[in-house]
């Protein structure tokens, strides 16, 4: 029986170490928010080509449920913190192209 409480005092130990060492998890910021969630894709794939990982954490909901997007600030695109200038300029500069007269 004190074996294995050992056992497992040393792996619980090992599992805190563990944690604590690879808490520096990537912050996640919101560089932008779209009416629809066909926007946010078309954002995401964009800073997709760029070579910039794009998140739409609201992804699933505003699938299912549109209706509750309406009133909220937007669906939410989200990019790793060390990315965010990059992909504000990216989309940006899409910005300008699309507004631009053919």
Do not use: C, W
Not at 11 to 36: G, L, V
């Amino acid at each position: 029986m004190y074996s294995e409480y050992k056992r497992f005092k040393v792996a619980s130990e090992a599992f805190a170490r563990d944690a604590e060492e690879n808490s520096h998890s990537p912050t996640m910021k919101t560089i932008a928010r779209f009416t629809t969630l066909e926007e946010a894709q078309i954002a995401k794939l964009t800073l997709g080509a760029a070579g910039i990982e794009a998140f739409i954490p609201d992804e699933m909901s505003a699938g299912v449920a549109p209706m509750f997007f309406v009133n909220k600030p937007g669906v939410r695109l989200q990019v790793f913190e060390e990315n965010e200038a990059a992909a504000q300029t990216i989309l940006e500069v899409e910005i300008e192209d699309a507004e631009k007269p053919s």
